[in-house]
């Protein structure tokens, strides 16, 4: 048998042409679509939709091939493996472990919505729009907050009449684009539409004698565990306590005091409670009838948040929106963190202990995106209503953009003390650039 030739230079030219206009007409059809080139996705299935719809997905019965043929080899590679829906929505993303919390900064998780029409050209949403089996690399990506990073994905199919069922996406670096990653995808959805074509056989059972009992056929489905309490405070007035399957809005008065019963496990003194409430010790006698009120409201939706007495405390731990924040700000991931920061905390509350946790939290805020060297997540963060102040911030992007950046003029006009110049180096240069070509 003769040895494979190589593909001659007219043939990759054909190719790579070809390769270019899917590109060009991938990024216009995300111009028209008015898609924000700077904007993170969206968290389209929150965590209980996503159980459920993970559960309900034929794809479900598929992730023992993905596992096999993908992922057995993938820690310590700097590659994620994704596996999303008809709609672009990720179910699973898993892989290398630095990768993925990497990439929870431009909030390539487990929900979150990558269709071509929400965050423009890339290989899951790009794949899923046309059908094929597409490669995207670097700054082919419409999206500036993807490209430092290349991927390959391929669409799936039901075998049995064809209908698309989701997408399987490669993504890391340049070898998440490589020559062979290709056909690798190619032939894991292969074999995963051939499984699925497999698996309806098995459901398929000649006919049993009638005492024979029949069995129960079994599939494969994520465990379910339940969510603990959570309690929203970003951006309301009026906190949510998310417990149990139920969301209940809380008045004001006992969302200041559960906000501030969660952030001190060990426990308030009712001078010290009434302190941080009215910032008086003589509202002691208001405080009491205020908390018997509180554990009436959690008797009802969250028995196990009760509170005790001596000291004032919750029974077990009560996350925040606040604390996620604050979570994904310590694990670097500065794009998610802003994304998630909807707001300041209880802004109409006027309690001291409120006002503390408010400063807090905006201070971290700042401090942290002011380190992470991002022109864009900066920008973002002084639009906001609690960046609006942070001269440090603007100083920062006068020193980080170009000097010839049409941004810059508003930033100067806000400053105090006129601008700080100071140059730019080429990467923030092309990052701050509006338009690219490609490649």
């Known amino acids: 048998m003769a ?4 593909d001659p230079p007219t043939a990759r030219a054909s190719r790579g042409a070809a390769r270019r206009l899917l590109l060009a007409a991938s990024w216009q059809r995300a111009a028209d679509q008015r898609v924000d080139p700077d ?5 389209e299935l929150p965590d209980d939709d996503l159980a459920s719809w993970r559960r309900e997905h034929p794809l479900a019965l598929l992730l023992p091939v993905v596992q096999r043929l993908l992922l057995d080899d993938v820690e310590g590679s700097g590659l994620l493996v994704a596996v999303g829906d008809e709609r ?7 892989g290398d472990r630095e990768a993925r919390r990497r990439a929870e900064s431009m909030l390539f998780v487990a929900g979150a919505g990558w269709a071509e029409s929400r965050v423009g050209t890339s290989a899951p949403g790009t794949a899923l729009e046309l059908d094929r089996g597409v490669q995207v690399r670097g700054p082919e990506h419409f999206s500036h907050l993807v490209q430092e990073w290349s991927c390959t994905a391929v669409p799936v199919h039901d075998p049995a009449d064809g209908r698309l069922i989701g997408v399987v996406d490669i993504t890391g670096d340049d070898r998440a684009a490589g020559e062979q990653t290709l056909p690798l995808l190619r032939a894991t959805v292969a074999a995963m539409e051939a499984e699925l074509a497999l698996s309806r056989t ?3 059972r000649p006919p049993r004698a009638r005492s024979t009992p029949t069995p129960t056929p079994t599939r494969w489905t994520p465990t379910r565990t339940p ?7 970003l951006g ?4 949510v306590l998310h417990a149990g399957g139920t969301a209940t809005t809380l008045s004001a008065r006992h969302s200041e005091l559960l906000l501030l019963l969660a952030a001190r496990p060990e426990g308030w003194s009712a001078g010290a409670l009434a302190d941080a409430i009215w910032g008086e010790r003589g509202a002691v006698g208001t405080l009491r009838p205020e908390l018997v009120r509180l554990r009436h409201v959690l008797e009802a939706v969250a028995p196990t948040l009760v509170p005790t007495s001596r000291p004032y405390r919750l029974p077990t731990a009560l996350a925040t929106d606040a604390d996620e924040v604050v979570h994904l700000l310590d694990r670097g991931a500065h794009r998610a963190a802003l ?7 209880l802004p109409g509350s006027s309690a001291p202990g409120v006002e503390s946790l408010r400063g807090e939290l905006a201070r971290h805020l700042g401090e942290s995106l002011r380190t992470s060297g991002s022109v864009d997540v900066l920008l973002q963060w002084v639009a906001t209503a609690q960046g609006a102040d942070d001269e440090q911030a603007r100083r920062e992007l006068l020193r980080l953009l170009p000097p010839r950046s049409p941004r810059r003029a508003g930033l100067v006009s806000t400053l105090d003390d006129g601008p700080v110049a100071g140059p730019a180096a080429g ?3 092309q990052r701050d650039a509006t338009s690219a070509d490609l490649p």
Do not use: I, M, N
């Not at 040895?3 to 190589?6: G, L």
């Not at 904007?39 to 968290?43: E, G, M, S, T």
């Not at 969510?227 to 405070?233: A, F, G, K, Q, T």
């Open 39 to 43: 904007a993170l996705p969206v968290l």
């Open 3 to 6: 040895a494979a030739r190589p």
């Open 202 to 204: 098995r459901t398929v």
């Open 227 to 233: 969510r603990p309490p959570r309690l929203d405070v």
């Open 339 to 345: 994304h998630a920061a909807t707001g300041p905390v």
């Open 88 to 94: 672009g929505r990720l179910l699973w993303v898993e």
């Open 236 to 239: 309301r007035d009026e906190a």
């Open 427 to 429: 990467r923030d240069a």
